[in-house]
């Protein structure tokens, strides 16, 4: 799946990962690998429907699945949407040196859509 990713053949991806997540279905690592292959395909609703689902049941799971559902809303231009999950993604990393590159994409994200609101 991660081959398949780097060749860009995110639909080949999307079909590898899906079985793994039936099989770790609480690993949100697996997921966000397919929302990111969602999001690179431009299938944000698709990719909504599934981190928005995942977070209904397991709403603190994994920061990287958050990550990955505020760069669809960012596709859609729903920017609401994507701040209210930014906001809660900021305020769970007490400990921003475990996953450092993470939360520095996310600041920039922040950054930017808030940048992108004083605008408008």
Wanted: aromatic share 10%; net charge neutral; proline share 2%.
């Amino acid at each position: 799946g991660l081959l398949c990713m780097i060749n860009k053949d995110y639909n080949k991806a999307i079909e590898l990962f899906k079985p793994l997540e039936v099989i770790f279905s609480n690993l949100g690592d697996i997921l966000s690998l397919n929302l990111k292959c969602y999001n690179r395909n431009k299938d944000f609703k698709k990719a909504i429907g599934l981190g928005e689902s995942h977070l209904e049941k397991e709403p603190y799971s994994s920061p990287s699945v958050i990550l990955e559902l505020i760069k669809s809303y960012i596709g859609i231009s729903d920017i609401d949407s994507a701040n209210k999950h930014l906001t809660k993604l900021l305020s769970i990393w007490n400990d921003a040196d475990e996953e450092y590159i993470h939360f520095k994409e996310a600041k920039e994200l922040w950054k930017e859509i808030n940048k992108t609101k004083a605008k408008a």
